[in-house]
């Protein structure tokens, strides 16, 4: 029980990174700082494959 309380409560911080990520991409975009939205895109991208990664890995195994 513990390990899942933690696992999803990694899942929800990870989610809420990934989620401000999206927005200071668009923040970037909109301030015309191309290189900085590039770089924050590629940091939105790793954060969403972790969510999806960590999301798989707390999952009750079905038996």
């Known amino acids: 029980m513990h390990q899942t309380a933690t696992g999803q409560r990694k ?3 990870l989610e809420y990174v990934h989620s401000m ?4 991409r668009m923040m ?3 301030e ?3 290189m900085l939205a590039y770089y924050i895109e590629m940091a ?4 969403g494959e972790v969510v999806r ?3 798989a890995s707390v999952q009750p195994r079905k038996k």
Do not use: N
């Not at 990520?21 to 200071?24: A, E, R, S, Y």
């Open 44 to 47: 939105f991208i790793e954060a």
């Open 32 to 34: 015309r700082c191309p």
């Open 21 to 24: 990520l999206g927005q200071l």
């Open 11 to 13: 899942i929800a911080t």
């Open 28 to 30: 970037a975009e909109k």
């Open 53 to 55: 990664s960590e999301s």
